[in-house]
């Protein structure tokens, strides 16, 4: 049984560049997030999506990151265009619908942006 | 605005001692949750707590909830290497928004 799958595992790329992060949930789980994690500020909440549908992008920094969810199986989040204090940890999670107090995590995308 | 602050931030201890590692805040949470995550990995949920008082075990941990809501307590009896982890608490609010914690780091030396 496959857990939440997350593509690339390791991504580098400079100052200015289009990057997307990609992320499979779990078959049947109905609700994703997005979640960025740093030394400094720890693990925080980018934007999460109730069946596929964008319910809270408070998180989202600014207008550079944008998350989409096209189908129940595949959501991307993308940084146009990037910059170094973009570098962290980017983790996708999924659960059922509203049961955020039980989510299951993939293995993060690790960004450098030099 | 941290809403979950964790103490210590740190903690290195030698197989067999007994460690306790704090979750606090001033918002009352409606659940809360402890993960942990290794090296390379994605946090894994250890346990759910919804009640106030609440008191669970997951064999050598235990993970209690304040009567308030407002903070927990997740110690750990005869800590072993493969302890080693970060410790993240987190929960949502009776606001309906959700936090992880600060993390403690902890390091069981063999």
């Known amino acids: ?114 | 605005t941290q809403l979950l602050e964790q103490s210590p931030q740190f903690l290195s201890i030698q197989e067999g001692e007994n460690l306790t590692v704090y979750c606090n805040s001033s918002s009352v949470f409606s659940s809360l949750q402890w993960y942990r995550q290794e090296p390379g990995e994605g946090p894994v949920l250890l346990v759910t707590v919804v009640t106030g008082g609440e008191v669970k075990k997951l064999k050598r941990l235990t993970f209690q909830f304040g009567d308030a809501r407002k903070d927990s307590s997740l110690h750990i009896t005869a800590a072993q290497p493969g302890d080693t982890g970060l410790y993240l608490c987190a929960g949502e609010n009776t606001g309906n928004q959700f936090y992880f914690g600060t993390g403690t780091s902890l390091t069981v030396i063999p």
């Open chain 1, 1 to 114: 049984d496959a857990g939440v799958i997350q593509s690339p595992r390791h991504e580098v790329t400079e100052m200015g560049q289009e990057v997307t992060l990609r992320c499979k949930p779990i078959s049947g789980h109905n609700s994703l997030f997005w979640y960025r994690q740093t030394m400094m500020r720890g693990l925080e909440l980018l934007i999460y999506f109730n069946n596929n549908v964008p319910i809270d992008d408070s998180g989202m920094p600014e207008d550079r990151f944008s998350a989409k969810m096209p189908n129940a199986s595949f959501s991307t989040l993308k940084i146009q265009p990037s910059e170094p204090r973009d570098s962290a940890v980017y983790f996708c999670a999924s659960t059922v619908l509203s049961r955020r107090d039980t989510q299951y995590f993939g293995p993060g995308t690790r960004l450098t942006v030099l």
